[in-house]
């Protein structure tokens, strides 16, 4: 396969040898999100601006049972609806050597994670079998649990395999296990940036060799009404059942689940084995809020200063972004932090590229979670293979549900400005001609853990 060298690596260079040894490539990609089996459909709903939120399907568990417009009534919810992806039942055990029984107490996340690094790989352009015995690094982003407590409903049937089924360990393990990958193999929890997070730790088992490809992503199924009912009570969950990011109507967000993989190898190798790169990624950041009001709150000061230091890690000015794939929740005090944590971060790194002040808006903002909801574990890499086919197709998706700005967010001054129509993804220039490449931020943040 001939490889394709994205926009920011310099033209004409014949020698990998030249490329900077901490930058990374993106080469292989698959995806199940709702209302998309792969990556081809995901790109049509979002050049569309399809809204893929749906009432919990009846399969799940009954609504009538565990919802309620009252937030203080006890054991209900106040949403009942989400992103669903079908056919969490269904699983070739047989493809994977596992044994009708076994895959009756695996996790469906484990099944849906499976095989989609199959499914990755083979986009990429290999057979799983070449990469057999080699130095392959698993990292999988995951914090739902309810296939443990769906089980532990039946505890008269507890066997071995409701242990390896349900063990978040295992679903990055199984994976190596059965692809035979040597490299590192690890789950990663940190709530809703848990693929995010993810992507830093195997950027950084590359870089230290700890590994020579990676396989990183993020899961999230749903089959118990329980995370349902605990986020209600939280206040998080949206009673309209709509994520309203940055609208003045925002009122929480709506879960989603789903799952993504991306295939990682630095750039100077995947140039060597001509492999086709969909994107390069130039540095990542993770940090904590510390105290804030609250454990849940979020740090507007610790999402300026992660912002200041991924740029900061990538060597790329602010005003060569021009698009950032925002968290985005929709809660009402969330989005406003959001936008106050970029316009700080853009500031002081204006001041320190010595840049002038900002004149007109250049830098668009846009969220994922408005399409699918809110993917938690997978909510990252949802952003991130979202801006790798706006990439590709050079269009930035439109955010929806969209009519009116909250009053708490304010542009003026600033160099962003909302997506709000599926637009050409256009070049940004400097005033003596010089052409950027494009380039996105994909922030993700989470609950009790700011990354």
Same mark, same amino acid.
């Given at each position: 396969?001939?490889?394709?060298?994205?926009?920011?690596?310099?033209?004409?260079?014949?020698?990998?040898?030249?490329?900077?040894?901490?930058?990374?490539?993106?080469?292989?990609?698959?995806?199940?999100?709702?209302?998309?089996?792969?990556?081809?459909?995901?790109?049509?709903?979002?050049?569309?601006?399809?809204?893929?939120?749906?009432?919990?399907?009846?399969?799940?568990?009954?609504?009538?049972?565990?919802?309620?417009?009252?937030?203080?009534?006890?054991?209900?919810?106040?949403?009942?609806?989400?992103?669903?992806?079908?056919?969490?039942?269904?699983?070739?055990?047989?493809?994977?050597?596992?044994?009708?029984?076994?895959?009756?107490?695996?996790?469906?996340?484990?099944?849906?994670?499976?095989?989609?690094?199959?499914?990755?790989?083979?986009?990429?352009?290999?057979?799983?079998?070449?990469?057999?015995?080699?130095?392959?690094?698993?990292?999988?982003?995951?914090?739902?649990?309810?296939?443990?407590?769906?089980?532990?409903?039946?505890?008269?049937?507890?066997?071995?395999?409701?242990?390896?089924? +349900?063990? !978040? %360990?295992?679903?990055?393990?199984?994976? /190596?296990?059965? @692809?035979?990958?040597?490299?590192?193999?690890?789950? #990663?929890?940190?709530?809703?940036?848990?693929?995010?997070?993810?992507?830093?730790?195997?950027?950084?088992?590359?870089?230290?060799?700890?590994?020579?490809?990676?396989?990183?992503?993020?899961?999230?199924?749903?089959?118990?009404?329980?995370?349902?009912?605990?986020?209600?009570?939280?206040?998080?969950?949206?009673?309209?059942?709509?994520?309203?990011?940055?609208?003045?109507?925002?009122?929480?967000?709506?879960?989603?689940?789903?799952?993504?993989?991306?295939?990682?190898?630095?750039?100077?190798?995947?140039?060597?084995?001509?492999?086709?790169?969909?994107?390069?990624?130039?540095?990542?950041?993770?940090?904590?809020?510390?105290?804030?009001? +609250?454990? !849940? %709150?979020?740090?507007?000061?610790?999402? /300026?200063?992660? @912002?200041?230091?991924?740029?900061?890690?990538?060597? #790329?000015?602010?005003?060569?972004?021009?698009?950032?794939?925002?968290?985005?929740?929709?809660?009402?005090?969330?989005?406003?932090?959001?936008?106050?944590?970029?316009?700080?971060?853009?500031?002081?790194?204006?001041?320190?590229?010595?840049?002038?002040?900002?004149?007109?808006?250049?830098?668009?903002?846009?969220?994922?979670?408005?399409?699918?909801?809110?993917?938690?574990?997978?909510?990252?890499?949802?952003?991130?293979?979202?801006?790798?086919?706006?990439?590709?197709?050079?269009?930035?998706?439109?955010?929806?549900?969209?009519?009116?700005?909250?009053?708490?967010?304010?542009?003026?001054?600033?160099?962003?400005?909302?997506?709000?129509? +599926?637009?050409?993804?256009?070049?940004?220039?400097?005033? /003596?001609?010089?052409?950027?490449?494009?380039?996105?931020?994909?922030?993700?943040?989470?609950?009790?853990?700011?990354?």
């Amino acid at each position: 396969m001939p490889s394709k060298v994205p926009e920011d690596i310099s033209e004409n260079i014949q020698d990998s040898s030249a490329m900077p040894n901490d930058l990374i490539a993106i080469i292989g990609i698959a995806c199940r999100f709702p209302g998309a089996n792969n990556y081809h459909q995901f790109w049509s709903n979002l050049q569309q601006g399809i809204n893929s939120i749906t009432e919990i399907p009846s399969e799940r568990w009954d609504i009538d049972k565990f919802y309620s417009t009252k937030p203080e009534e006890p054991h209900k919810s106040i949403s009942k609806w989400g992103g669903f992806i079908e056919g969490i039942d269904q699983f070739d055990a047989q493809f994977f050597s596992i044994s009708p029984r076994e895959a009756q107490r695996m996790d469906p996340q484990q099944r849906l994670m499976l095989e989609l690094s199959w499914s990755c790989i083979e986009d990429a352009g290999y057979a799983p079998s070449q990469l057999s015995g080699s130095s392959v690094g698993v990292f999988i982003g995951v914090c739902n649990y309810d296939y443990d407590i769906l089980q532990n409903g039946y505890q008269k049937d507890t066997d071995g395999h409701t242990g390896t089924g +349900t063990w !978040t %360990s295992i679903i990055p393990n199984r994976i /190596s296990y059965f @692809l035979n990958f040597r490299g590192p193999s690890i789950p #990663v929890d940190t709530a809703c940036s848990s693929s995010l997070v993810a992507i830093h730790q195997a950027i950084n088992a590359l870089k230290e060799q700890e590994c020579k490809t990676a396989l990183v992503g993020g899961v999230s199924i749903f089959c118990t009404p329980t995370r349902y009912i605990q986020m209600s009570k939280l206040g998080m969950l949206s009673p309209q059942g709509q994520c309203k990011t940055f609208d003045s109507e925002a009122d929480g967000y709506v879960r989603g689940e789903g799952a993504g993989v991306i295939l990682l190898k630095p750039l100077a190798k995947a140039i060597e084995d001509k492999d086709h790169i969909y994107g390069v990624i130039r540095g990542s950041a993770v940090n904590h809020g510390g105290r804030a009001k +609250t454990l !849940t %709150s979020p740090n507007v000061y610790a999402q /300026s200063q992660v @912002l200041c230091s991924a740029y900061t890690k990538a060597n #790329v000015a602010p005003n060569t972004i021009s698009y950032i794939e925002a968290h985005g929740t929709g809660t009402p005090l969330g989005d406003p932090i959001e936008i106050n944590g970029l316009k700080r971060a853009f500031k002081q790194l204006h001041q320190q590229y010595d840049l002038s002040s900002v004149d007109k808006p250049y830098c668009g903002l846009g969220t994922v979670k408005t399409n699918i909801g809110h993917l938690e574990a997978a909510a990252g890499i949802a952003g991130v293979i979202k801006v790798l086919l706006a990439m590709k197709n050079q269009e930035l998706p439109k955010i929806v549900n969209f009519q009116q700005l909250n009053p708490r967010i304010e542009f003026k001054k600033s160099p962003f400005y909302l997506v709000c129509e +599926t637009q050409q993804w256009k070049q940004l220039k400097t005033e /003596s001609g010089e052409i950027f490449p494009r380039r996105a931020g994909v922030s993700s943040f989470g609950w009790g853990w700011r990354g």
